[in-house]
């Protein structure tokens, strides 16, 4: 039996990258997923290859009429939904005084405004099942400062708040809601290959992989982490250890 038998989840940004890779293990472990993405044609593509546990659904993480027919979907294709991992995010880097306001804008809607609305979006499911666990993915740069990394930092220090608080007031109903802070993960959109010099500032010397977060990930979803909530969980390789 997969440690996420019989649990239906939901996964945003799940098209490539982290989040494709997650669908894939969720399945693996037993779940039924609703992958959610922008990007259609990889999204559609890979809930074919995962076969009748998997559900595809374009959505913008920043609309609310996108969450509703996502939820929607869960509720008709599974009966409900137990997971939430918050995953879509966007990405980019510069001085703090360059940075476009249109652009900043963007990011913060979708990294933090986005996370959000899927936290408020399944709530009310999560509670008629009697519980669920909702994982937010973070970043390393959302606990720390790091050169050229204000916006995306920001939204990542509040995607940590978020969580935090969200652990208060969803405890009593049984959801828990974990934050992960990856490092350098290999194989992304968002990471194509460190530097020697880069490599070199990481304890283990090497980005994650993907296995490597998504395991964690599937923990924290699993119900061999039911006392576990509102937590930051560095998979860094230890560069966050300054
Ligand atoms: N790659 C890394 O090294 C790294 C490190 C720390 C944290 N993270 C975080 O992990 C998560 C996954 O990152 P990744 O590296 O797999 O990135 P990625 O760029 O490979 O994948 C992100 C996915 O999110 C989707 N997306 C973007 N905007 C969206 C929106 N508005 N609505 C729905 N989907 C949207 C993209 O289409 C893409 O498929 C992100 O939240 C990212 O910030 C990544």
Known sequence: ????????????????????????RFVAEGANVVLTDLQEETGVALAQELGESARFVRQDVSSESDW?????????????????????GMYFICPVDEAEPDKVRKLLEVNVFGSWLGISKVVPSMKQRGGGAI?????????????????????????????????????????RVN?????????????????PE???QIPLQRPAT???VSDLVVFLASSEATYITGGD????GGRGLW
Not at 179 to 195: C, E, I, K, N, R
């Open 1 to 24: 039996m997969g440690k996420l038998s019989g649990k239906t989840a939901i996964i945003t940004g799940a098209a490539q990258g982290m989040g494709a890779n997650h669908a894939r």
């Open 68 to 88: 509703d027919a996502v939820v929607k979907t869960a509720e008709e294709a599974f009966g409900g939904i137990d997971i939430l991992v918050n995953n879509a």
């Open 135 to 175: 994982v937010n993915l973070a970043s390393l740069a959302g606990a720390r400062g790091i050169p050229w990394h204000a916006i995306y930092g920001a939204s990542k220090w509040a995607v940590r708040g978020l969580t935090k608080t969200a652990a208060y007031d969803l405890g009593p109903a049984n959801i």
């Open 179 to 195: 934050a992960v802070l990856p490092g350098a993960v290999q194989d992304t959109g968002m990471f194509s290959g460190g530097t």
């Open 198 to 200: 880069q490599m070199q």
């Open 210 to 212: 993907l296995d490597e």
């Open 233 to 236: 969980h560095f998979i860094d």
